[in-house]
């Protein structure tokens, strides 16, 4: 398993990403309901898109750097691989 965050600091800063995100997505779902301009709707939905994947690579690197420090029962390369597989997830 790989934590979401190693320390209280990064995971302030992912929880204070994916609060942006959702403020953001509110707004789209608010534009959408109110039946707002398009390019509107749109560009506040790609800066919602944005911020979910930065929340996203900034767990994953968090993860990166505790779970290649832990040392566990599997082998580095098996948690590097996960690490890849959630990595490429992203994108």
Do not use: W, Y
Not at 8 to 21: F, G, M, S, V
Not at 37 to 63: M, P
């Amino acid at each position: 398993m790989i934590p979401t965050a190693a320390t209280p600091d990064a995971q302030r800063r992912i929880a204070n990403r994916l609060k942006r995100a959702r403020g953001q997505l509110d707004a789209v779902i608010a534009a959408v309901e109110a039946g707002g301009e398009c390019r509107d709707v749109v560009t506040q939905l790609a800066a919602t898109s944005k911020a979910l994947d930065r929340a996203g690579f900034a767990i994953v690197a968090s993860a990166m750097e505790h779970c290649v420090a832990d040392d566990d029962e599997r082998t580095r390369d098996e948690q590097l691989a996960e690490l890849e597989k959630l990595f490429l997830s992203l994108s």
